[in-house]
């Protein structure tokens, strides 16, 4: 959603970011009791749930569970829906072959069985994947879900004409040449014409791919590989009513204001080891005003933020100071940068995209975003600490967390030198206009620029056009882009889910392109094809290392921080914890409330 602000109301929320990257810089350094008030309410503590559980003892059977949030889902179609916090909620309704360990921290990544009886039988040359069903799983009308279901849930992701929006990772996987047209054009009887995949029986499913992909399977445990049966798919209007896998299942849906699960009758416990189905009944309530989102949180109205995006600055200030054992500071997965257009002067030479690296001022970067706590730790390179392969602030080539994290003035002016622009250049910086700490970040790197002699004009362009403004390299060098400022964040936990699109020449698209900086580098390429075709995790994690090196050495990104989130749980809840299987946030299956009141 895209809003103007007049120039008084911006410069409000940029002092607003200020105020709280201040009183974020105190709680980080310790400041005050580490529970903080709210304690004798009975939260857990400051930072309880982040990376472990938090009263997992008290869970209780029953009760309502109230999220709130200041954003809908995109969509609730398991085969449309990309938000994060959509997937994570999607597990209440929505199950999968295979799923990420309902555990804190890096263990919530790993996969584990879900509708399978084991993780896949997976063929010496890595083409083929077979799983065998668990017994007694069931639709919501309690007929059995079978690998058929699954089959046509799958292709589903082939129907991008009707169903647009969430991941195609299967369709690229399965069938990179689009031969299949999905399952509203199959001309076969039973709507069950990919080939790639076969159902042999109702409790077997193989999968064969053209060519070997070592993160299938992660693939297979996101939420576009959930069964969808034929007989309740109502195409476009499915998301409006989801038929459930799952324990809980859709009692209302009003777009835009609210949600409601109930629990799933014909769900057996014996059948799925993932779900613990706590509450009574899920509730969703969205508002169009984080700060109205915010105050029902702390008066204890709503249990936790769906979106899982952080508090508003407001709100963050006043938890802070007085519920501080409410909250939650995780690393998010994200990564927030600005990136170097190639096809802009004179960001085509290594040494002009070194210059503005070293003479940023980091530390006030880091502060734009809101400070060590809610903005994150300084980013020294590209690959978020909960991907495999990442060294985190270990691997600083710029020493940008070190030395130079005010800015290197004199080693700039050398880069400058180098690149034949001792005097300087001008450029224009791009950032969205509906994201005001981006547009508080680049004023600090304008700021930074100048007193090296890079003159940066900021161009704020309409954050709902992504795609076809900076996602447009023709515009993007039309308009003379020479930085534009973005973040990313893993679609599944690999270099493959996090970096492909940012980094490989292949993903270069003429609308909705990712890769900004237009990296056409035939060594990282190749390191990519050689990461698809690994089956050995040792030598992936080896990969991913030197895949993010080639990147840093390029000098293609200024990394901003490691985004860290200031999240709310409410005194009520039990057995809370985050979890790298979705970028930080808390895993939303398992949340149990003290007393079923």
Not at 306 to 317: H, L
Request: proline share 5%; charged share 25%; net charge neutral.
């Amino acid at each position: 959603m895209t809003t103007k602000r007049t120039s008084g109301r911006r410069k409000q929320a940029f002092a607003a970011v200020a105020a709280v990257a201040a009183l974020l810089t105190t709680a980080a350094c310790g400041g005050g009791d580490s529970d903080g008030e709210g304690s004798k309410n009975g939260a857990a503590g400051f930072d309880a749930a982040n990376n472990k559980v938090a009263q997992a003892s008290l869970a209780k059977k029953g009760g309502t569970l109230k999220f709130g949030g200041a954003q809908d889902a995109d969509s609730w179609d398991t085969t449309r829906g990309y938000y994060g916090f959509m997937w994570n909620f999607a597990r209440y309704y929505s199950r999968q072959l295979v799923t990420g360990k309902t555990e804190p921290g890096k263990a919530g990544a790993e996969l584990t069985p879900d509708l399978a009886t084991g993780l896949a039988k997976v063929s010496d040359d890595g083409k083929t994947y077979t799983y065998t069903l668990r017994d007694g799983i069931t639709w919501e009308d309690g007929k059995p879900i079978t690998s058929k279901d699954i089959k046509y849930g799958i292709e589903r992701v082939w129907a991008q004409d009707v169903l647009s929006g969430g991941p195609v990772y299967l369709k690229d996987m399965l069938d990179p040449k689009s031969e299949y047209k999905g399952p509203y054009k199959d001309t076969s009887k039973d709507k069950l014409g990919l080939k790639a995949i076969e159902t042999p029986d109702d409790k077997t499913i193989t999968f064969k791919l053209p060519a070997p992909n070592s993160d299938f399977e992660e693939v297979l445990a996101l939420i576009s590989a959930s069964p969808v049966r034929q007989d309740k798919d109502t195409k476009s209007k499915y998301g409006l009513k989801p038929f459930s896998s799952g324990p809980y299942k859709f009692e209302s849906y009003s777009p835009g204001k609210d949600l409601t699960l109930v629990r799933n009758t014909s769900w057996k416990q014996e059948s799925d080891p993932i779900r613990k189905a706590y509450p009574d009944k899920i509730t969703v309530q969205f508002f169009s005003d984080a700060n109205q989102l915010d105050e029902r949180l702390l008066n204890g109205d709503l249990d936790l933020d769906i979106n899982q995006t952080g508090m508003s600055p407001q709100g963050r200030t006043t938890a802070l100071k007085q519920h501080k054992a409410n909250l939650d500071n995780p690393v998010s997965g994200y990564i927030r940068y600005a990136t170097f257009p190639q096809s802009v002067k004179p960001f085509d030479n290594i040494e002009c995209r070194k210059a503005v690296i070293y003479g940023a001022d980091h530390v006030s970067l880091q502060t734009a975003r809101g400070g060590p706590v809610a903005g994150g730790d300084i980013g020294t390179n590209m690959l978020p600490p909960s991907v495999p392969g990442s060294e985190g602030q270990k691997y600083d080539p710029y020493e940008v967390a070190g030395a130079n994290k005010k800015g290197n003035e004199a080693k700039a002016k050398e880069a400058l030198k180098a690149c034949g622009q001792p005097n300087g250049f001008k450029t224009t910086i791009a950032v969205r206009n509906n994201k005001p700490v981006e547009v508080a970040t680049a004023q600090s790197l304008q700021a930074s620029l100048k007193k090296i002699g890079i003159t940066a004009e900021i161009d704020q362009f309409d954050g709902s056009q992504t795609s076809g403004i900076i996602g447009s390299p023709s515009n993007v060098a039309k308009k003379g882009y020479g930085i534009i400022i973005m973040g990313w964040g893993p679609d599944f936990p690999t270099v493959q889910g996090y970096g492909m699109p940012l980094w490989d020449s292949k993903y270069i698209l003429e609308s909705g392109n990712n890769n900004f900086a237009l990296i056409k580098d035939k060594t990282i390429d190749g390191l990519f094809d050689d990461y698809v075709s690994e089956l050995d995790d040792a030598k992936k994690t080896e990969i991913s290392t030197e895949i993010n090196h080639k990147v840093m050495e390029g000098g293609y990104y200024l990394p901003f921080v490691f985004e860290k989130f200031v999240n709310w749980r409410s005194d009520r809840l039990a057995n809370v914890y985050t979890t790298d299987g979705f970028s930080g946030m808390y895993d939303f299956v398992n949340l149990g409330l003290k007393s079923a009141s």
